[in-house]
């Protein structure tokens, strides 16, 4: 147990100095590191994340293949037929996870290491340690928006083809090249308006979606899972068993506050596309307040992470400010956030901790492909 504090501690420090070396010089040698160092720690852990088991029982046995994407299929094949070590797969997606979360933020480079921070104080870290496929799926529909502001097709198209290929659920994504970039009425109102709707909405929506449970899954490409429907009905994301009431306050503040700073982020940081990843943002929170905790956050898998990317807009421009006023709410909020981290290592969400690291002997027999 103690090493996952320590692994987690050291990985989040370490990233958020070459994350901040990197900010300043602009020297790609920090980039590298970045990338290497996460991959090397996270790609080789060892029965960390709940579907760890799962990924090493079938990925590397052609006879457990299931109807995967043929762009994760081919990879598994070639990493069997070469007799690689199954850990390969899990540094490959790691590097790939890692690549394009830090080419998303190449144009504002400046909120990187604040980036680092909520993607371990939002936990979704830990979504990365267990939905592989869709994870990478979402870096690389991040890394893209940036194609949507620049209005470049055919790189979008490229991008989305190969997150498709990685999981199908990215297919559909294509869409918002046609319809981001559309004005929509943004008046703060308005916004808080739908926010707290959608509190009333999934109250609601909830319980339908429940009652619907195989009929949804089919929908989003997850039909084979509901032969265990039971499971389905008790899988929460959000790992709310878990979570305590002062993190859902601590998110809704937040969230509060962003709509708050909408005008002035926008104003600031509009020539990076800050509109486009807001909406994708307030796509995902509104979605979390209506299917929060059912099996439709698979969908939410790729809009709610972009409030990464709006919190560390929000943070780095209240750091800015000297007034005490702005410095001790910030400073109690990160010490808040870490906090709940590092309860959520406590309490093995999503299986995140203890944490190990695979056998580091050349090709040992226990832990080849083969097993």
């Not at 893209?144 to 190969?162: D, K």
Request: charged share 15%.
């Amino acid at each position: 147990m103690f090493l996952a504090y320590y692994v987690y501690n050291l990985l989040l420090v370490t990233l958020m100095f070459l994350a901040y070396q990197y900010a300043m010089t602009n020297k790609r040698a920090y980039a590298y590191m970045i990338i290497g160092i996460f991959t090397l720690v996270i790609g080789l852990r060892y029965n960390v994340g709940d579907d760890y088991p799962a990924y090493k029982a079938f990925l590397f046995n052609p006879r457990l293949f299931p109807n995967m994407e043929y762009g994760f299929t081919y990879v598994c094949k070639f990493i069997h037929y070469m007799e690689f070590h199954y850990s390969t797969i899990f540094l490959l997606v790691a590097c790939l996870e890692i690549y394009f979360f830090v080419r998303t933020f190449q144009k504002f480079k400046f909120i990187l290491p604040w980036a680092f921070f909520f993607l371990f104080a939002t936990l979704e870290l830990f979504i990365w340690n267990n939905a592989l496929r869709q994870s990478v799926a979402f870096c690389i529909f991040m890394y893209s928006i940036q194609f949507i502001h620049e209005r470049r097709l055919i790189p979008f198209a490229l991008l989305i083809l190969l997150a498709g290929s990685i999981h199908k659920t990215a297919y559909p994504l294509g869409v918002f090249y046609f319809v981001l970039n559309v004005k929509v009425k943004d008046d703060k109102w308005l916004q808080y308006g739908l926010f707290f709707g959608s509190f009333v909405a999934g109250a609601v929506l909830k319980e339908f979606i429940f009652s619907n449970l195989g009929t949804f899954a089919n929908a989003i490409g997850f039909g084979d899972a509901t032969s265990n429907m039971d499971y389905l009905k008790t899988l929460d994301w959000s790992n709310s068993k878990n979570s305590m009431g002062i993190a859902t306050f601590i998110w809704l503040m937040m969230d509060m506050t962003v709509i708050w700073m909408y005008d002035k982020l926008k104003r600031l940081h509009g020539d990076v596309g800050f509109e486009l990843y807001y909406k994708l943002y307030f796509i995902g929170i509104f979605l979390q307040n209506c299917i929060g905790g059912t099996y439709l956050d698979r969908v939410n898998m790729y809009f709610l992470p972009f409030r990464i990317i709006i919190y560390s807009f929000l943070m780095y421009e209240l750091a800015k400010k000297k007034d005490v006023l702005y410095r001790t709410p910030i400073m109690m909020f990160c010490g808040l956030t870490y906090a709940l981290c590092m309860w959520a290592v406590f309490n093995h969400a999503a299986t995140c901790s203890p944490y190990e690291f695979v056998d580091l002997e050349i090709f040992p027999s226990k832990q080849t492909i083969f097993d």
